[in-house]
């Protein structure tokens, strides 16, 4: 029936258009075969149905006389010059009704979900639904796009959804315009399909995201859901609806504030994953001290938990920046008032403060007149937007958090690299001595700048080892580290987890762990590395030679 949408609009529009033009058609063709006429010898002549037809589609289409089987009577020049009229009136009706149909917006709508439908139908490759479009979302498509896996988006805005197909991402990005809280619309993405991957829901709007949950939850318990939550209770909530994957950006800041202070080799290695380099430059390192937080709402109470895990000593300056613009008339902090809210809150023997504000101007004009009084003291902002980038840059703040960038990082960890977003969560379990352990390790091994990758065995990934797993054979993690140009030395690579299947996880696996088929690897390297160890794990004479008499 939803295929039929776009015929019975034509239909319909059509109807009437149709029949004036049957009608008018049919009584020119009658009488041109009722009116008597003569041939060149002067005898009476009725032309057939189809002489009749083929004249009056010549005449009505305006292509102009140049063909009749004899000169016509003169009644028969009477009822052609009525039926002139009578038949470009039609057709001039029906010309006027098709270029209405096409300027119909209900037909382009339908047109659009046809050819959306289409689209997703001919999908096979696992692909990711992203509900709505905005500077998160566009950075996640372009991340899982160079990834090679698939996006389908969906948002209500139909000018965000044209300025997402004038992206040209390649592969094409499937999007429609509509209300994604309707069952309809999921269902439309494709989320009944074997192949949906994951749902990406990071609105605003706690209440909105807690139903889309609640939707594809109903829709498709399967599917992985990444849903956006700022409050302890919205998170609570979805945990009982059993989203596995809530994303909190002021927990995201909270717990890397947490890190900084208490445990700076696991914030390192957290921040590795997300393309930091492997050593803490000297203005990252967060002084001793107190700590202020300017700005008292959800960023602010996140912060507060994590100054008072790490046993930090802190003051708060509650500003709310809706109210405080409204009262000013203006955006800019930095009055004799505020000057004297930041004395009273103690900036000038403060070591850091932190501008947690959800407006980027109050934000900023707060460091710039904390350090007027205190030009020593240490700087974090927040930064809501990732528009405003390059004004944070400009302004020197010794370290400033993203929150759009945090949530796109953490987003598309979750969907393309599974086993580096586990790894990251479970830095948090372990303390800096195991931290320090493993960063030293790493810069021996690897240096400061390796990467990260992912593998799963099997046939697609580790074929040479597959098939001799399959076919029962004894293999050891530490056989496959080996240099394939001399077994007898080790490839500068470092395993950090091993997932032995969804609930079981080992981190950093010694060299005797046995491999089975099915395990996935997050592992370290350098791009030599990296490639030896792929070639290795796909190439039977390369496996032989570094197993040996494994």
Not at 338 to 352: F, I, N, P
Not at 462 to 486: P, T, V
Not at 530 to 536: A, L, V, W
Request: aromatic share 10%; net charge neutral; glycine share 6%.
């Amino acid at each position: 029936m939803e295929s039929n949408n776009t015929i019975w609009i034509i239909i319909r529009r059509m109807r009437i258009p149709f029949l004036v033009i049957i009608v008018t058609f049919s009584i020119s063709i009658l009488g041109m075969t009722l009116i008597p006429g003569m041939d060149d010898q002067g005898h009476p002549y009725k032309m057939t149905f189809f002489d009749a037809f083929y004249f009056v589609s010549y005449m009505a289409s305006t292509i102009g006389f140049g063909e009749a089987p004899y000169t016509f009577t003169y009644p028969q020049r009477m009822w052609v010059s009525a039926c002139i009229y009578l038949t470009v009136i039609g057709w001039f009706y029906g010309i006027g009704a098709i270029v209405a149909l096409v300027q119909d917006k209900r037909l382009a709508r339908e047109l659009d979900i046809a050819r959306f439908r289409k689209k997703i139908r001919e999908l096979r490759e696992p692909f990711t639904i992203v509900l709505g479009y905005n500077n998160i979302t566009h950075q996640i498509i372009d991340w899982l796009n160079k990834e090679g896996i698939r996006v389908v988006v969906v948002d209500k805005d139909a000018e965000k959804v044209e300025t997402l197909d004038l992206e040209n991402f390649i592969p094409e990005v499937p999007s429609l315009a509509a209300d994604v809280t309707h069952p309809e619309t999921l269902k439309m993405a494709g989320i009944h399909k074997k192949n949906c991957q994951a749902i990406v829901a990071l609105f605003e709007d706690d209440v909105k995201n807690t139903k889309i949950a609640l939707l594809c939850k109903l829709l498709n318990k399967r599917v992985k859901l990444v849903i956006k939550s700022t409050t302890q209770t919205q998170s609570e909530h979805l945990h009982n609806l059993g989203v596995r994957y809530i994303e909190d950006p002021f927990d995201f800041v909270s717990n890397r504030i947490y890190l900084a202070l208490t445990s700076p080799s696991l914030w390192l290695l957290e921040m590795w994953i997300f393309g930091h380099i492997l050593r803490m430059r000297h203005r990252e390192v967060l002084p001793k001290g107190k700590f202020i937080i300017c700005g008292y709402g959800r960023m602010g109470h996140a912060l507060e938990r994590a100054l008072k895990k790490a046993g930090i000593p802190y003051a708060y300056v509650d500003i709310k920046s809706t109210i405080y613009k409204e009262e000013k008339q203006s955006a800019v902090f930095g009055d004799g008032e505020d000057y004297q809210t930041l004395l009273d809150a103690g900036v000038k023997e403060a070591a850091a403060i932190i501008a947690a504000t959800k407006d980027d101007l109050i934000n900023l004009t707060i460091l710039a007149t904390a350090r007027k009084i205190n030009p020593e003291i240490y700087t974090i902002g927040r930064e809501n937007t990732l528009d405003d980038l390059s004004i944070f840059k400009s302004a020197r703040i010794n370290r400033v958090y993203i929150l759009e960038r945090i949530l796109a990082e953490f987003t598309y960890l979750f969907i393309a690299r599974p086993l580096a977003y586990r790894f990251v969560r479970l830095l948090h379990s372990r303390d800096e001595n195991w931290g320090r352990a493993l960063v030293d390790r790493m810069h021996s091994t690897l240096g400061e700048n390796p990467l990260h990758f992912e593998i799963t065995i099997d046939e697609e990934h580790a074929y040479a080892l597959s098939r001799e797993l399959a076919a029962g054979r004894k293999i050891r993690l530490g056989a496959l580290c080996r240099s394939r140009a001399d077994r007898s030395r080790q490839l500068p690579l470092i395993v950090l987890l091993l997932q032995k299947n969804e609930n079981e996880l080992e981190l950093l696996p010694d060299d005797e762990f046995p491999l089975k088929n099915g395990m996935k690897l997050l592992i370290a390297a350098i791009d030599e590395s990296k490639n030896d160890f792929e070639y290795i794990v796909n190439n039977y004479y390369e496996l032989e030679y570094v197993i040996g008499e494994e």
